[in-house]
Nanobody, 121 residues
């Protein structure tokens, strides 16, 4: 059974940084692509970034240049370094193990509980 545990969220001032982690178990981590998503109150969940099996990375325009996704296959863990945070980045952040076809990320049904990120202005 796949389990994903996100951590690292918190309250930060605008312009600050946070590093989120996603620890995976119950799956062969290094043959999965990883996606980070977020959901703000009253809004739909939106894709933020992905890193493919081969290390290809793509970001949503809203976070490009500020967020960095990475993975450590030896630790079955993915990361999302978030810099220059803005109040509009406030959301619950989730990771997902899925697949990349073409330039699109396809999520699986496995989601963790998420981690709350709150950016104060």
């Amino acid at each position: 059974q796949v389990q994903l545990v996100e951590s690292g969220g918190g309250l930060v001032q605008a312009g600050g940084s946070l590093r989120l982690s996603c620890a995976a178990s119950g799956t062969t981590f290094n043959i999965k692509s990883i996606g980070w998503f977020r959901q703000a109150p009253g809004k739909q969940r939106e894709w933020v970034a992905y890193i493919s099996i081969g290390g290809i990375i793509k970001y949503a325009d809203s976070v490009k240049g500020r967020f960095t996704i990475s993975r450590d296959n030896a630790k079955n863990t993915a990361y999302l370094q978030m810099n220059s945070l803005k109040p509009e980045d406030t959301a619950v952040y989730y990771c997902n193990l899925g697949s990349v076809r073409g330039s699109n990320y396809y999520s699986s049904d496995n989601w963790g509980q998420g981690t709350q990120v709150t950016v104060a202005s």
